[in-house]
């Protein structure tokens, strides 16, 4: 037998009452927290473009308050039942980016742990073939830096801090935690406004002693930023290296094997706003301690044998300087006094290599480990050091650098860079791309693992040949690294789903590609084995809801260049033809600014039709991909042009993000204006500078003369425009979501019209404040969908109300959605873990025998009234206080009960007054036509008080709950205002 539970929180006096309404069949127990209101609109004329868990309320700094609250408010929503929780559905033979790894040598073979960039933490017990989730589903699930202490105790910083992205997604975390029995259970150690960490080193001669390099948020100005250190296993943290500048943080740090009192530290000054960032500056810089970290001394040019670096292009090294960014450090186990850095300039190139031999106290340049012409060393910097060869080091860049000879000259150690690799199976000899950690086994000689944006490799050979040879420039040759099987992490950021078969899904991910769910001439089998069908960055995919044989993709854009294709399969099985078409670039202007995750979709009434999005909109040629029709103003910063002028501050001078800000970011076609052959007529825009667009007469036989009309102005929150979702049956009725989280804004805002962009309504009110990254629309059930960063919510009622549908569901950013043809399932886009399901109960249909059949989800609602207030007490005299609130029940269950409790822990069952609490307890009791009078005034406390019960299902049975509240003669009051939260529940046993 199942129980229904909804808990609701109200709370007396000058708290309001949280009021909630669930027509869900999916509702379990959950404990409710005071709400929040919804806390208003950001008055900010630009959005960001990408995807970084950056914000605050009201254009105002973030707190970390801020963020515990929106997570409570989450906590404070009815949850989905036990039996529809998510399952995941893959792929488990990608893998995604790993950014650290920590391994455990007293098991055989050796545990190791990954941190995953904004998955959690996983553990593999066979030699990194299989791995499975060490990680709490509902913590935040960005982790940056990952560490083991010789005790066995792992430390994990939340948010990533050493590899911050130019286009793609970077997010930030609250705090740091550690675990004792392997990765089973967490706790947060400290510093939970630290923003992200890119490091934390155990002395292993003292496994209490931690150092904690605590990057800081890349926007907000959080308060716990720099090189953190404990002596107590993580109870206590000190600030040992500070910040110089509100943006700069801890980026690296390293002890001298057998002297750990030496330490080498490196600072970074980094920053972004909406589209443009800086990855450097006076802020960075490398600096030494030799007395535990008492004392540092910041080295400059003044510590460099000879020259600087020839390839250093503004000769200024390790001086201070703006163009001084990411610095990676290391010494070498097998010979203290060696040390290596490497540092890029403020936008990516290499800037210097330099090797000790004095344990850091002076430099001398070596090899250039990457590129001066190219490159995004602000990603990497880091230094791996053979621990049995001084002289033989790996770097990390988009390729692995490898060195036998002390960093004088270097390889490739992957073939990444040097051929292309297509089609790729997911399981590569050979390193994927973007290095960011790497970890020797010390109980296999010359096992080393290596993590990356493809997930966790294993090399037996120290990571050169099998004949211990570094490998050659040969992509032949490079037969060096092993892919784990079962890696079921990655990080998607769009996801499509056939409307013949819910098992073919494409989804595009973050450097790994698009990736589908068969090939072609095979039914989908396995649906965590997934293939890739296009190359980079995989963003938008479609699959054409006519004819799931036609599929789309999309990579990242080199603005104004657009980089899409269509494949088309011969047939679902037998052919295993596939036809592939690339899209041409529309004839936009050559500074046209294209979004790096730009829009592409097909039109809901004829999917022949495509539209792609820059500074402009551009549609397809009937059935054909390059041939192009903009239908909306083409120049960039033309104030007529949809994202307008894009402010100076936010223009990205970067020699390869340019041009990726002040685009179009979301397109939605009005499906009852178009016809199976011809486009919609109607479609609604909006930007990342905030504005929201509508034309009704898109399908002009001139492009130029298609008009468009902003809406909302002075309404809408004016902030980047994550979603547009247009009713299928009402072109006038339309919900779009909005977030700033670059710039400050941790509203949750959804809005809806239902008369074309007239007017609108915020339908946020308990959603908690998060970003809402994408919202869609169940029409035929009436329900609407929001995924954030703290999961899904849904409503039934145009948001009046939202409830949780987060139970199975890891705490990663949901970026997209999609519904099976039935909508008898939801699948998400977890930006972290993957794609995950969520079957829905369908709300009628047929008994299969010719009849005709209906069914009523079971059902619970409670909707409570008012603020409940006693006003005044008066002291000194003895009287009782009667006050009332309402409720509104809705149940389908033949017996439901109403009770009462003081869930806070703090004087259950009393009001309280800061630190003082009345000395009788409140009193409770209710009625209501249906139930009757039901019990008399009994004391509230911390069990449940019932209050009513009903014998049989009741629609909106208004109920009066009566409080009382005692004040004695004698009773001590303190000036101020007494108030509590209370829980009321609503349960069956028979839903």
């Not at 989450?74 to 998510?86: F, G, T, V």
């Not at 009741?954 to 509590?980: C, E, F, M």
Request: aromatic letters at 8%; hydrophobic letters at 35%.
């Amino acid at each position: 037998m199942k129980r229904l539970v909804l808990l609701f929180a109200g709370t007396l006096l000058v708290v309001a009452i949280a009021t909630a309404t669930s027509v869900t069949p999916r509702s379990r127990p959950v404990r409710a927290e005071e709400p929040l209101p919804w806390n208003g609109a950001a008055k900010e004329s630009e959005g960001p473009q990408s995807f970084l868990d950056l914000s605050a309320s009201a254009g105002k700094p973030v707190t970390q308050a801020q963020v515990k609250r929106a997570v409570a408010q989450a906590a404070a929503l009815p949850e989905a039942s036990d039996s529809s929780r998510w399952q995941f559905v893959g792929p488990s033979n990608v893998g995604g980016r790993v950014t650290d790894l920590a391994i455990d040598p007293t098991t055989s073979p050796s545990t190791v742990y990954a941190s995953v960039g904004s998955g959690g933490v996983f553990k593999s017990t066979d030699a990194g073939d299989t791995w499975t989730p060490a990680w709490p589903e509902r913590t935040t699930q960005a982790v940056g830096a990952l560490a083991r202490g010789s005790d066995g105790t792992l430390y994990a910083g939340t948010g990533e801090g050493s590899n911050p992205s130019g286009g793609g997604s970077t997010f930030m975390g609250d705090g740091l935690y550690k675990s004792s029995d392997g990765g089973a259970s967490w706790t947060l150690s400290g510093l939970p406004d630290s923003g992200a960490f890119a490091r934390i080193v155990v002395n292993p001669d003292n496994p209490k002693e931690v150092w904690a390099a605590s990057a800081g948020s890349l926007t907000w100005v959080s308060s716990e930023r720099g090189l953190y250190h404990s002596t107590d296993g993580g109870e206590t943290w000190q600030l040992a290296l500070a910040p110089t500048g509100d943006h700069v943080g801890a980026a690296d740090v390293a002890l001298m094997p057998g002297n750990p009192h030496v330490i080498l530290a490196s600072m970074w000054d980094h920053y972004r706003n909406n589209g443009s960032f800086y990855y450097g500056g006076k802020g960075s810089g490398l600096y030494r301690s030799t007395d535990d970290g008492k004392t540092w001394t910041r080295l400059d040019n003044s510590d460099i044998n000879g020259s600087v670096c020839g390839w250093d292009a503004t000769k200024t090294g390790l001086n201070q300087s703006d163009d001084l960014g990411h610095i990676g450090v290391g010494f070498a186990p097998s010979d203290p006094n060696r040390a290596y850095i490497q540092f890029a300039t403020s936008n990516g190139p290499d800037k210097g290599f330099y090797y000790s031999n004095d344990g850091g106290q002076t430099w001398t340049c070596g090899g250039e480990s990457g590129t001066i012409s190219g490159g995004y060393e602000w990603v990497f910097s880091r230094l791996w050091v053979d621990p049995a060869d001084e002289n033989h080091l790996f770097a990390g860049n988009v390729d692995m650098r490898e060195s036998g000879d002390g960093g004088k000259t270097w390889i490739n150690n992957t073939a990444w860079s040097s051929a292309v690799v297509q089609p790729k199976t997911f399981a590569l000899d050979t390193l994927h791309a973007d290095q960011h950690a790497m970890a020797w086994d010390p109980n296999q000689p010359k096992r080393v693992y290596a993590g990356n944006d493809g997930g966790v490799y294993r090399s037996d050979s120290n990571g050169d040949q099998p004949n211990g040879q570094l490998p050659t420039n040969s992509l032949s040759t490079k037969k060096n690294w092993l892919h784990g099987t079962v890696e079921p992490w990655t990080q998607p950021y769009h996801i499509s789903v056939s409307q013949q078969d819910a098992r073919r899904m494409v989804i595009g991910l973050q450097d790994n590609g698009s990736s589908r769910t068969w090939t072609p001439g095979t039914e989908p089998g396995d649906l965590t084995k997934w293939n890739q069908y296009g190359g980079g960055d995989g963003f938008s995919v479609q699959v054409d809801p006519t004819n799931q044989l036609r599929y789309y993709e999309c990579l990242q854009p080199t603005p104004p260049r657009i980089s899409c294709g269509r494949r088309v399969d011969a047939a679902a099985t037998g052919s295993t033809s596939s036809a592939t078409s690339n899209f041409s670039t529309p004839p936009w202007p050559s500074n046209t600014r294209v979004e790096v995750a730009m829009p592409m979709l097909l039109d809901p009434a004829d999917p022949d039709y495509v539209y792609v999005a820059g500074t402009s909109i551009a549609r397809s040629g009937a059935g054909v991909v390059n041939s192009w029709t903009i239908i909306s103003p083409p120049t960039p910063d033309d104030p007529a042009s949809l994202p307008g002028v894009v402010p100076d501050p936010e223009i990205n001078r970067d020699t390869y993000y340019a041009n990726e800000f002040g685009a179009v970011t979301a397109i939605g076609p009005a499906k009852t204006t178009g016809t199976s052959t011809t486009p919609a007529s109607t479609i609604y825009a909006g930007t990342d500078t905030g504005l929201l667009w509508k034309t009704t007469n898109a399908d002009a036989a001139n492009g130029s003369d298609v008009k468009w009309t902003q809406l909302g102005k002075g309404v809408l929150p004016g902030t980047w425009v994550t979603s547009i979702v247009v009713d299928p049956t009402n072109a006038e009725h339309v919900y779009a979501s909005f977030s700033s989280y670059k710039e400050g804004d941790r509203a949750a805002n959804v809005w809806e019209t239902t008369d074309g962009g007239t007017t609108w309504k915020n339908i946020s009110s308990d959603l908690p404040n998060a970003p809402v990254w994408h919202v869609t629309y169940d029409q035929a059930n009436g329900v609407l969908y929001a995924g954030e960063n703290l999961g899904v919510f849904e409503s039934t009622d145009d948001g009046a109300h939202w409830y949780d549908l987060s139970a199975g569901l890891p705490n990663a950013p949901i970026l997209d959605m999609g519904f099976s043809a039935d909508h008898s399932a939801l699948f998400v886009a977890n930006y972290g873990r993957g794609v995950y399901e969520l079957p829905l109960t369908e709300s009628a249909g047929g008994d299969g025998s010719g009849g005709v059949g209906g069914a009523v989800p079971a059902t619970l609602a409670l909707s409570l009234g008012a603020p409940a207030s006693f006003g005044a007490f008066t002291p000194g005299a003895g009287q009782d206080y009667d006050a009332s609130t309402t409720a509104d029940v809705l149940s389908t269950a033949g017996a439901a009960a109403l009770s009462v409790a003081d869930t806070s822990g703090v004087a259950a069952g009393h009001l309280v007054n800061g630190s003082f609490s009345l000395p009788q307890p409140l009193r409770a009791q209710a009625g209501s036509p249906a139930a009757g009078s039901g019990s008399a005034l009994a004391p509230v406390s911390g069990d449940p008080l019932a209050l009513l019960s009903w014998s049989a299902p009741v629609s909106h049975d208004p109920v009066t709950i009566a409080l009382r509240q005692r004040i004695g003669a004698n009773d001590a009051l303190r000036t101020g205002s007494y108030s509590k939260t209370l829980t009321f529940t609503l349960s069956t046993t028979t839903p």
